[in-house]
């Protein structure tokens, strides 16, 4: 899985977003950049979880007087849980269960992950602290580097793909120059992998899951394997970086391959309302009730 060739920092000593990280004593990043991303970089490794935001904080209007103002969310990319501390709630003789509170998503989350030879099954519960329903957002992104990406085959079922609006930068060369925001593209072409000697390149595709929600990556003589819960999770979003982000902290080095089965296709803000609520024929919303919400997940290698 992806290890970033940069020095991981304390995530809790970065600004969510520029200079409002004042806001909680935060001093500014000066290896990360001053984005929301910068706190989430400073310590992130091959599995992250979105959740309650996939792509980067909502902006909304509020009146302050006679003026109407855009507002932000002070939350950091893909919410709060890849940069809170985490606590160990209980633990037994093939189990360990952790648990974070998220202040601004209002949300207590908790983990517990079983191991069963080679295997591993993660159930997340989701609860509301106000005993709430809630609709979220939310995607387990599992990511992947050298040297394990170089020459990687997937396996997966999905039957469409469909290329985010925009790019993660501009120093990004999407693969498929051709096409517009929101086209259509080869599924096949979408899972291929660029090579190392590839020129450099990098795109965000969604790609609706067809079968039981499970992919497979092979490669020197290895396999990683996911399977989790379609009703939750009915999308499979591939993040692809060959190098392309020039920018601290990818500097034209990283590779990398996200594999980020989600609640909804794309790693955006607010959806604009044609697909605030489906996508493509699939649900693009997470509901929470406020007694909570549990998915299991399964992670197997060989």
């Not at 806001?23 to 991303?37: A, P, T």
């Not at 507002?71 to 189990?95: C, S």
């Not at 050298?146 to 999407?174: I, N």
Request: proline share 9%; net charge negative.
């Amino acid at each position: 899985m992806w290890q970033p060739h940069w020095d991981s920092k304390d995530p809790s000593k970065i600004p969510y977003d520029g200079t409002a990280g004042l806001k909680r004593g935060w001093v500014m990043s000066k290896h990360f950049g001053g984005g929301d991303e910068a706190c989430l970089l400073a310590g992130i490794v091959g599995h992250n979880l979105c959740i309650d935001r996939f792509g980067g904080p909502h902006s909304y209007e509020k009146q302050q007087g006679k003026l109407l103002k855009t507002v932000k969310e002070w939350k950091p990319l893909h919410g709060e849980a890849g940069v809170l501390p985490w606590t160990l709630e209980d633990a037994g003789g093939d189990y360990a269960r952790v648990g974070v509170t998220l202040p601004e998503a209002n949300l207590k989350v908790a983990r517990t992950f079983t191991m069963d030879g080679g295997s591993v099954s993660m159930a997340t519960e989701v609860t509301p602290l106000d005993g709430q329903e809630r609709n979220i957002e939310w995607c387990e992104h599992v990511t992947i580097g050298d040297p394990f990406l170089d020459g990687a085959t997937v396996e997966t079922e999905v039957d469409g793909a469909w290329l985010m609006p925009g790019q993660h930068s501009p120093d990004d060369a999407s693969r498929f120059p051709g096409a517009m925001p929101l086209d259509a593209v080869p599924v096949d072409q979408a899972l291929a992998m660029p090579l190392s000697t590839d020129p450099p390149c990098g795109d965000v595709i969604a790609t609706r899951v067809s079968g039981d929600g499970s992919f497979k990556v092979s490669n020197l003589g290895r396999t990683l394997g996911y399977s989790w819960d379609t009703k939750v999770f009915p999308w499979l979003c591939l993040w692809t970086e060959n190098k392309g982000r020039q920018d601290l902290p990818w500097e034209g080095v990283e590779r990398t391959r996200g594999f980020e089965f989600s609640s909804k296709p794309f790693p955006e803000g607010p959806p604009p309302p044609e697909r605030a609520t489906e996508f493509q024929g699939k649900p693009t919303t997470c509901v929470v009730p406020g007694s909570g919400l549990e998915t299991s997940v399964k992670i197997t290698w060989e």
